[in-house]
């Protein structure tokens, strides 16, 4: 595995041309790090699953460079959809939509649907550009940590997930913090009404906003599986406690405004939701580099950002005892 240390010009290039070889190449995107493969290459995907440890059976998201190249990958595409699109793509946004030939059962997990986005960050649209210039057509890329644990948002949380299990001539492009900092809005448009799958910073109210539709939240009301909604994910290897009961020795995350509980370790003081969502996979990521048993965690409240927060967090602290 090599660490490439910027998102220069010729950084992205070679990071193209590894993936047009089959291999894999992790890079920055506004919310998470991806672990990214060719997505027409069985091969170089089914990797891409070992490396994260992944159930098989799970579809991953296909990064494109631009909504002009959506047909190669879904027919019959909703209205909805293209004005989501439009609206907010490139962006911390994924769109559920039928899949044509080119998404096969390996991308999709057998399901008739696939997920698309179109990233925002620079180096991530430049790499699906660069990509796509040299004939491919799309780059499967789920975040780039081990199944089930926190997602990275630098290079550095990647090489602590897969260093060890990525090949010689895998890459890791070192670029930006992840602005954003928790993973996409998903948004199953295959149904009557948008299906908020998972929560992100495209919230219900814009996708409402610009659709003119009323918005399911509800995952279960869609047959699709997602990974993201099983128990225990994102979660760290110490035990997420949601709450003010810190005591000596445990981590503590919450807004700027609310005191660190005495004797405990403040792990993140964001002053605002949108810092929050930046530093709270690194804060959890700290204090298990600091070897804690429990972080306690006091959740944002109110609407947008907050939800998909939450969300992250009641997934973390669950199925972990108390
Ligand atoms: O922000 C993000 O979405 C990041 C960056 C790298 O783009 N990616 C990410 O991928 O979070 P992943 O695989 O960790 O989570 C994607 C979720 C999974 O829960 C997967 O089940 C769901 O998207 N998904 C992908 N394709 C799907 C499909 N066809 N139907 C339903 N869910 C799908
Ligand atoms: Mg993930």
């Not at 998102?7 to 919310?31: M, S, W, Y």
């Not at 047909?71 to 899949?99: H, N, S, V």
């Not at 225990?232 to 005191?259: C, E, M, N, R, T």
């Not at 700290?286 to 070897?291: V, Y």
Request: glycine content about 10%; some cysteine.
């Amino acid at each position: 595995m090599k660490l490439i240390s910027n998102c220069t010009t010729d950084a992205i290039l070679k990071a193209a041309r590894a993936l047009k070889d089959g291999q894999l190449v992790a890079f920055p995107t506004e919310t998470v790090y991806g672990i990214g493969a060719d997505a027409t290459n069985v091969s170089a995907v089914g990797r891409m699953f070992q490396v994260k440890g992944r159930p098989r059976t799970h579809p991953v998201i296909v990064h494109i460079s631009s909504i002009t190249k959506l047909k190669y990958w879904a027919r019959d595409i909703p209205e909805c959809a293209q004005k989501l699109g439009d609206a907010f793509w490139p962006g911390p946004m994924t769109i559920i939509l039928k899949r044509t030939n080119l998404a096969s059962d390996f991308i999709t997990g057998g399901q008739e649907s696939v997920g698309l986005r179109v990233p925002k960050n620079k180096a991530a649209l430049s790499l699906t550009q660069e990509f796509e210039s040299l004939g491919g057509f799309g780059i499967a890329a789920p975040s780039a940590n081990r199944f089930g644990s926190v997602s990275p948002t630098n290079a550095s949380a990647v090489e602590d997930e897969l260093a060890t299990f990525l090949g010689s001539e895998d890459l890791i492009l070192n670029g930006d913090q992840c602005e954003i900092g928790v993973e996409s809005t998903i948004i199953d448009c295959t149904q009557r009404n948008p299906v908020v799958l998972r929560p992100g910073a495209i919230t219900k109210e814009m996708i409402e906003q610009v659709t003119n539709l009323t918005v399911i939240s509800k995952a279960d009301k869609s047959e699709v599986r997602v990974p993201g909604l099983l128990e225990s994910h994102y979660a760290p290897k110490a035990q997420v406690i949601l709450g003010l009961g810190a005591k000596l020795g445990d981590g503590f995350i919450a807004l700027s405004k609310i005191a660190t509980p005495a004797g405990s370790i403040r792990l993140a003081s964001p002053a605002s939701i949108e810092d929050y969502g930046k530093d709270l996979y690194r804060a959890l990521r700290r204090g298990d580099q600091l070897g804690l048993n429990r972080i306690y965690v006091v959740e944002p409240t109110g609407p947008g950002l907050a939800i998909a927060i939450r969300d992250r967090l009641s997934k973390a602290s669950s199925g972990k005892g108390a």
